[in-house]
C-alpha cells in the first residue's frame, strides 16, 4: 500500500474562520511534509516532520500550524487566512527523510474568501 | 543556491513522437535524482528515481532517465509517446550535505501535450 490519504479534497473557508486539514499515511514513513501547490508550479515545502518531530519550518506564516499527532497522522490548522493562501495543499511521506522518494496524496484544494 | 532547471516550459508531440524532456541541477557534490508527474487533476506520482549504480534508470510506463555526471543532467525520455502521457512533469533533485539529505528542490515543470 503506498497510499496517502488527504481529507478535505476541497475547502472553501473565509479569513476568519479556523479549519484543519488531515493526511494519513500507513505505509510506516517516519518523516511526513506539507506542500503547497499554486496552479502550473511545482509544490513548495512548508513543513517537514521527522520522527513525529518537526524538523523544518520554511519561513511558513503562524497562520498555518502544523502537529503531528502520532507517525500516521499529520494536520495543518488553518486561522486567519489571506486570499493568497488559495492554493493546492499537498501531504507527503517517506521512509525516513529527503533522501528517499516521496509518495504523494491527492491534495486538498483551498479557496480563501 | 540549490537550483534544478526544466528549459522546456511546455512540450507538444503527436502521438508515437519520441520524448526527451531536459533536467539540470547546480549541485556538485552527491545526489538523489527523480522524475515525478502529475497527470490533470490527479495527484503526483513517482516515475522514477536515481541514487547511485546504473545512470540509466527505467521507470514505469516505459520512461527512462539517463544520469550524466559531468552534464549536471537528468533527462526524461520515452520512445513513443501516447495521449494518455499528456502531464505536467517535473524533475526533482537532493543534495547529501555532510551525510543529511537536503530536501527535495523541484524544477518549474514542464507541460506535456499529446496530441492524439
Known amino acids: 500500500d503506498t497510499e496517502v490519504t488527504q481529507t478535505p479534497k476541497h475547502l472553501v473557508m473565509g479569513m476568519t474562520n479556523k479549519k484543519s486539514l488531515k493526511c494519513e499515511q500507513h505505509?510506516?514513513?517516519?518523516?511526513m511534509y506539507w506542500y503547497k501547490q499554486k496552479a502550473k508550479k511545482p509544490p513548495e515545502l512548508m513543513f517537514v516532520?521527522?520522527?513525529?518531530?518537526?524538523?523544518i519550518n520554511e519561513s511558513v506564516p503562524s497562520r498555518f500550524s502544523p502537529e503531528c499527532p502520532n507517525s500516521s497522522l499529520l494536520n495543518l490548522h488553518l486561522h486567519a487566512l489571506q486570499p493568497e493562501d488559495s492554493a493546492l495543499y499537498l501531504c507527503a511521506s517517506s521512509h525516513k527523510d529527503g533522501a528517499y522518494e516521496q509518495y504523494f496524496g491527492p491534495g486538498t484544494r483551498l479557496t480563501v474568501t | 543556491a540549490q537550483s534544478v532547471s526544466q528549459h522546456n516550459h511546455h512540450v507538444i508531440l503527436s502521438e508515437a513522437a519520441s520524448l526527451e524532456l531536459g533536467c539540470n541541477y547546480s549541485y556538485g557534490g552527491t545526489v538523489n535524482l527523480f522524475w515525478y508527474v502529475q497527470y490533470p487533476g490527479q495527484h503526483l506520482q513517482l516515475l522514477l528515481k536515481y541514487f547511485s549504480g546504473d545512470p540509466l534508470v527505467k521507470g514505469i510506463k516505459g520512461f527512462e532517465a539517463e544520469f550524466i555526471k559531468s552534464k549536471f543532467s537528468f533527462n526524461l525520455r520515452k520512445p513513443s509517446v501516447q495521449w494518455s502521457d499528456t502531464a505536467e512533469y517535473f524533475c526533482a533533485v537532493n543534495e547529501w550535505i555532510s551525510g543529511s539529505a537536503r530536501q527535495l528542490t523541484f524544477g518549474s515543470g514542464t507541460q506535456l501535450t499529446v496530441l492524439p
Open positions: 505505509m510506516g514513513h517516519r518523516a
Open positions: 516532520y521527522s520522527y513525529e518531530k518537526l524538523s
